[in-house]
């Protein structure tokens, strides 16, 4: 992990530390404030959807399928190995954490799946994506993601 730290580029002040490759994606404003010297700058992990559009895989039941494979996977190579020894007290630790990695990984690629196939995730998605027009029909915030480098379509300007 190559942690990038995001400094103000007015006052310098460290803001936050971030990873830009396997950083958790936040759809919301990307406009802050900093706190020492309220100078606006644009949070590299805050994304515009209306504006950035979303990942090409963030529907894939593709992924997911894999996961629910992975995870099932390391609970049958876990089941194996568990039946082959005699485990006690403590030595039952590494084994229960593997099962519950298998697992997490089972039941999260199928509420994925789920979501996906429901169309519940796509609802979500939507109604984040409405909110992104709507902070953008504000002409001033606009203006302000203008000046903080982003390109915003005349419709919003």
């Known amino acids: 992990m190559s942690a990038v730290e995001f ?3 007015g006052c310098g002040k460290k ?13 919301k404003s990307p406009v802050k404030e900093c706190p020492k010297c309220g100078r606006k700058y644009a949070d590299p992990r805050c994304h515009e959807i209306a504006l950035e559009g979303l990942p ?4 894939s039941v593709k992924a997911h399928i894999f996961l629910i494979v992975l995870g ?10 568990i039946g082959k ?5 403590i030595q039952w630790l ?3 954490v593997i099962v519950l990695i298998g697992v997490i990984l089972l039941v999260g690629g199928m509420v994925e799946v789920i979501s996906i196939l429901t169309g519940i995730k796509k609802k979500k998605y939507d109604r984040l994506t409405e909110e992104s027009k709507e902070r953008l029909k504000d002409r001033e915030y606009a203006k302000t993601l ?10 919003y300007m």
């Open 7 to 9: 400094n103000c580029s």
């Open 15 to 27: 803001l936050f530390d971030y990873d830009p490759v396997t950083h958790f994606r936040r759809y």
């Open 56 to 59: 090409k895989d963030i529907f």
């Open 72 to 81: 099932a996977i390391v609970l049958y190579w876990e089941a194996t190995l």
């Open 85 to 89: 020894s005699e485990l006690s007290g």
């Open 94 to 96: 590494m084994p229960g």
């Open 146 to 155: 203008y000046g903080l480098g982003y390109y915003i379509p005349q419709e």
